[in-house]
């Protein structure tokens, strides 16, 4: 079993800026994707950036050049650099991780998410 857990969130006001960080253990052989997701109130959870293990990085239009996505050097740790934070990136995120555990199943795994604040 593979646990992800989220932590950094926070009140900021806006133009600030946070980290978020994710941990991800347990017994698993790699992982494939890590990725960011929010879920503001009254809306649906929204993928807000993603990074492979091939290095491909994708991110939702409104946080480009924003936000950063990152793993850290033992790859069990992902984060997420968020600048300039506005009212609308108010929400959850939620971290997800997906890949191979060391029986070659496949896993895919989701945190239960840190508040992340917005004042204007």
């Known amino acids: 079993q593979v646990q992800v857990v989220e932590s950094g969130g926070g009140l900021v006001q806006a133009g600030g800026s946070l980290r978020l960080s994710c941990a991800a253990s347990?017994?698993?052989?790699?992982?494939?994707?890590v990725g960011w997701y929010r879920q503001a109130p009254g809306k649906e959870r929204e993928l807000v950036a993603r990074?492979?293990?091939?290095?491909?990085?994708d991110y939702v239009d409104s946080v480009k050049g924003r936000f950063t996505i990152s793993v850290g050097n033992g790859e069990n740790t992902v984060y997420l650099l968020m600048n300039s934070l506005k009212p609308e990136d108010t929400g959850v995120y939620y971290c997800?991780?997906?890949?191979?555990?060391?029986?070659?199943?496949?896993?895919?795994?989701w945190g239960r998410g840190t508040q992340v604040t917005v004042s204007s």
């Open positions: 347990g017994t698993f052989l790699k992982i494939n994707t």
């Open positions: 997800n991780a997906a890949g191979l555990t060391t029986g070659d199943a496949a896993f895919n795994s």
């Open positions: 990074k492979t293990s091939g290095g491909n990085t």
